[in-house]
């Protein structure tokens, strides 16, 4: 049977900065339904990658493709890409997750109630991001990315600074989400993140794709493509 053809692609897509070659000669591509898990020393350029694949950074040589012009992806960022002395609430912030979407403000407010509660953030959506603790605004952040219901959700470290009891709803989460969702994940906490993914991808200045039967996936993984 012929594989369906990809929704992202990335063909001969090199990074070059200063000097120094982030990625090299990387050829990656997304399918509708797939969980990406992606992993990779620090430095590797996997933060990078991602925003390669999201067309916030071009690349030195190479093409991004989509299947349409109007898929839609949500990005949850690492929290330090954020400016939390924004003024804008937790409220706010969740609802910009439907700045896209064509839908009545009753339907953006039931959305918006709905996800807060989802991301337990009920006793703090009026309080603005700056006075939020890192957990709290990883929380927010990942609240407006999963708002929109997006086809794609790219997801860069969804597990930092949050607790270990909110690690486990993001799990949860996740798992609903992967049965309409295509996701992409980087995590270095990959051991329940593994078993959920369907493929495994380790990014080292280049790409490489890990089929270990094990599903626990390290950057020295010893079973590259």
């Known amino acids: 049977m012929t594989r369906q053809s990809p929704l992202i692609e990335l063909a001969g897509i090199s990074l070059v900065r200063e000097g120094r070659t982030i ?43 989509y299947a349409s012009s ?27 997750g439907l700045i896209a979407k064509k839908i009545s403000k009753e339907e953006k407010r039931r959305l918006t109630d709905a996800t807060i509660d989802l991301v337990g953030l009920e006793a703090h959506r009026d309080k603005s991001i700056g006075t939020l603790s890192g957990g709290q605004l990883q929380r927010a952040l990942m609240g407006r990315a999963i708002i929109s219901e997006p086809e794609v959700l790219v997801l860069d470290e969804p597990l930092s600074y949050v607790d270990k009891q909110f690690e486990q709803r993001i799990y949860n989460i996740i798992e609903e989400l992967q049965a309409r969702t295509t996701i992409i994940l980087v995590s270095h906490e990959m051991s329940t993140i593994a078993g959920m993914a369907s493929r495994h991808i380790v990014v080292d200045h280049t790409v490489s794709e890990c089929h270990a039967a094990h599903h626990h996936v390290h950057y020295d993984c010893d079973c590259l493509s």
Not at 70 to 96: G, H, W
């Open 23 to 65: 990625l090299s000669d990387v050829d990656l591509s997304v399918y509708r339904g797939d969980f990406l898990a992606v992993t990779g020393p620090n430095g590797g350029g996997k933060t990078s990658l991602l925003r390669i694949l999201l067309k916030l950074l071009p690349p030195t040589r190479g093409t991004v493709s």
């Open 70 to 96: 109007k898929l839609s992806i949500s990005y949850l960022p690492q929290k330090n890409a954020i400016d939390s002395r924004f003024p804008i609430t937790v409220d706010e912030v969740i609802e910009s």
